[in-house]
């Protein structure tokens, strides 16, 4: 008598180990086995492998391809045709080296299609890491390329998409035509996990000019840290300024788009690379702009035209522009140890507010300055501004301790004037964000009690340009109302002084101190876990705390993997009577301590992808 065991009878929870085991291609053999297995599979979905997909269409065909990292190397990257054929679907699959052909006659060959992409969609459970899909417009008829009819196809592809798809995808790829088709498909992605865009031409095409004005209001374009477009694109600079990195193509390149550019690389924090491909015939407009560029030998840049900028508020890095003989313009962020010895940096002021010596000399600068600040203040009752900034500058150069004391006196004279305004006005300043680049205590207390406390949300505290990182004071400012109304605070170019108290209320913190001890990293970690609204904190401080000193306050290491990488260490604590929320704890390289609030879903989902 035969005692062996038989597959197809086990029990539901064995069988559902095994398919959790299983790469996906395995999974649909099996399913093809017997009744039994094609039952438990299309009632239980068990979760598919797959992390990279790509669709392809045009009148009369569709491909798909997808990568399996689970499969053995020969059979992990899975294609399949399906074409139309006079009898019928045409359908060919190509696994490794050995490819298949099968006619299923009197079958349309987009129904075939479907029927597959949807039992495919059923068992994703996972985000994809990449996601690409392809509108073929012109396709290769007997060696000559062809305009095909894809409007039918493609309305009947995306009506079907929109009852079923909202996927979770990390890098979206759309091959396109028209600016409605990456309409249609991007709403459709989850921007929960979304991350890089990439929009480029089809098979065959030239870059066309896209109108991206309604795409650019979608959530995922919003929420995206990456884009990447090959057609060229006739929206405003300011759309791309919360992305990470940036490359776009224009069709020809205005000295207002680099003045744009510049302002938000030199303004905001977000873009820390920024390419514009451009017509060759632009290249002079570049030189206009951005004056002589730098005459000596950079590595890897022998062939470009360089040019360098100290970026407001930041000591540690500086902006590079280098435009190459590829008709590309490139603005990214370098660390300042990078810049050659003998550089002359450039004034981005003259370039991002350029004005004529004639008429410099013709205007009285301050009197239509103190005029314009007037009548903006007087007419500012109802709309909340999104930031202020209040930026003490000093020269670039060295100056004497005279020309110190007189431009400190300057600032002092402007803060005066500017208190004075404040004061005149019937109500408090409506800001959201306030952004100081000051030395003294003094200079905040000048504009901030003048702040509506109700509306402000962050307060930023910077050194003024030239100045290294020493001690602030800050005894009277937080007294203020404003101070204890805020929700966010940003002051990591000073050692704060005053006790750490001072700084728990905020619900996003970045400070530096200069001596950090088991007491303050214990005094953070209990207010995380009495204060459920607190998501983050961070304390830069300096380098003598050793490593060993957090392994002894937390103990065991996280050693697996979840989010940005580029950490030392990392621990997670759970919070009493809170079942979905943990404590992140994480040191870096480069003397950071940073606390986090995450769901503890997303862990186990880190673990899972």
Not at 89 to 95: D, E
Not at 175 to 180: I, L, R
Request: net charge negative.
């Amino acid at each position: 008598m035969n005692h062996g065991i038989v597959l197809s009878e086990m029990p539901d929870i064995v069988l559902q180990t095994v398919m959790n085991n299983l790469d996906f291609r395995s999974i649909m053999i099996l399913r093809k086995v017997c009744r039994r297995f094609q039952c438990f599979i299309d009632e239980t979905a068990p979760p598919s492998s797959i992390s990279e997909m790509t669709l392809a269409m045009n009148s009369r065909r569709f491909r798909i391809e997808f990568y399996d990292p689970c499969a053995i190397a020969e059979q992990n990257m899975i294609k399949i045709k399906y074409k139309h054929s006079k009898k019928g679907c045409l359908i060919a699959k190509k696994v490794g080296n050995k490819t298949k052909e099968r006619l299923l006659q009197n079958q349309n060959f987009f129904d075939c299609f479907w029927k597959d992409f949807q039992f495919i969609l059923k068992h994703q459970k996972s985000a994809l890491r990449h996601f690409s899909i392809s509108f073929e417009h012109l396709q290769y008829e007997l060696g000559t390329l062809e305009e095909n009819n894809l409007a039918e196809i493609s309305l009947k592809f995306i009506q079907n998409l929109e009852e079923c798809f909202n996927s979770r995808i990390r890098y979206l790829e759309l091959k396109v035509s028209e600016a409605s088709e990456i309409q249609s498909i991007l709403p459709l992605i989850s921007p929960n996990f979304l991350e890089i865009i990439t929009i480029t031409k089809g098979k065959g095409e030239t870059n066309k000019v896209l109108e991206l004005d309604e795409v650019a209001e979608l959530q995922q374009w919003k929420v995206a840290t990456g884009i990447e477009i090959s057609h060229h694109v006739t929206l405003p600079m300011k759309h791309f300024a919360h992305f990470s990195k940036v490359e776009i193509s224009l069709e020809t390149v205005s000295q207002e788009n680099l003045r744009s550019v510049m302002k938000i690389l030199l303004g905001t924090p977000a873009p820390e690379l920024f390419l514009l491909n451009h017509n060759i015939n632009d290249v002079d407009k570049i030189e206009e702009v951005f004056g002589n560029p730098y005459a000596g030998d950079i590595e890897d840049h022998e062939n470009d035209k360089c040019w360098f900028f100290q970026i407001p508020g930041n000591n540690d890095e500086v902006l590079f522009v280098y435009s190459t003989i590829f008709s590309r313009v490139s603005f990214k962020r370098v660390s300042v140890i990078e810049v050659p010895f003998d550089v002359v940096f450039q004034n981005f002021h003259n370039i991002v507010n350029p004005l004529s010596v004639e008429l410099n000399e013709k205007i009285n600068l301050a009197e239509n300055f103190w005029n314009d600040i007037e009548v903006i203040l007087r007419h500012q009752t109802k709309v909340v501004l999104t930031s202020l900034v209040i930026f003490l500058e000093l020269p670039e150069t060295s100056i004497s301790k005279l020309e110190r004391t007189i431009l400190e006196k300057n600032h002092s004279s402007f803060l005066a004037k500017f208190q004075n305004l404040l004061k005149s006005q019937r109500q408090l300043l409506r800001v959201k964000h306030i952004h100081f680049l000051v030395r003294y205590q003094e200079e905040i207390m000048s504009v901030l009690p003048y702040i509506h406390p109700k509306f402000l949300e962050k307060i930023t505290i910077y050194p003024k340009r030239g100045e290294s990182t020493s001690e602030f004071i800050l005894s009277e400012v937080l007294k203020l109302e404003q101070w204890k109304a805020a929700k966010e605070l940003d002051t990591i170019s000073f050692f704060m002084m005053e006790p750490l108290e001072n700084y728990l209320h905020f619900l996003r913190t970045r400070i530096h101190i200069e001596n950090l001890t088991p007491e303050i990293i214990q005094q953070v970690k209990k207010k995380f876990l009495e204060n459920p609204a607190m998501q983050n904190f961070e304390l830069h401080h300096e380098p003598c705390y050793k490593s060993r000193e957090f392994k002894e306050i937390f103990e065991k290491i996280f050693d697996g993997e979840y989010g940005d990488q580029s950490y030392e260490h990392r621990w997670f604590c759970r919070i009493p009577g809170n079942n979905e929320d943990v404590i992140s704890i994480r040191t870096t390289y480069f003397s950071w301590i940073i606390f986090t609030r995450i769901k503890l879903a997303e862990i186990y989902e880190a673990d899972q992808d």
